[in-house]
């Protein structure tokens, strides 16, 4: 059962990825979903720093300054400091960068809608089982990336 399960998160992931290509447009497929969500966040935080970000996606701060570093490259985020702070650097969208942030969301919009006529089958009860399930495993895997930051 155990090795099912795991065979089903595989598969899971793997339509999800999959799906997620054929709901795109094509401008968001020249980036990975790292820098999406990066772009995502930058939209969505107020003052974003890399700490910010990082602390937002549950990421390194190592990885977001790479991947935000591509993201300079490509014209979609610019850096700012604040008036009253020179030694923070801050990050905002470019207008091209503002035209994917719009983009991605329109495509998480549209996958909520979709999963939820989906999850709408279920009881309130079935839910709250696998959602309770998902969060304990999540715990789990954050405690493994943990012990191996």
Not at 76 to 96: C, G, H, P, S, W
Request: aromatic share 8%.
């Amino acid at each position: 059962m155990r090795k099912d399960l795991i065979s089903l998160f595989k598969e899971y992931g793997d339509k999800q990825e999959i799906l997620s290509k054929l709901c795109e447009s094509e401008e968001l497929r020249n980036y990975n979903n790292s820098e999406l969500h990066i772009i995502a966040a930058i939209g969505d935080l107020e003052n974003p720093n890399v700490t910010a970000i990082a602390n937002h996606m549950g990421m390194t701060k190592g990885g977001i300054s790479k991947n935000i570093k591509k993201l300079i490259d490509a014209e979609l985020v610019d850096t700012y400091q604040a008036e009253n702070n020179n030694r923070k650097i801050f990050y905002k969208l470019t207008e091209a960068g503002k035209q994917i942030y719009d983009k991605h969301n329109i495509v998480h919009k549209n996958w909520i809608q979709r999963d939820n006529t989906f999850f709408s089958q279920f009881s309130d009860n079935e839910i709250n089982n696998v959602a309770g399930f998902l969060e304990k495993f999540i715990v789990h895997l954050d405690e493994e990336i943990e012990k191996r930051s």
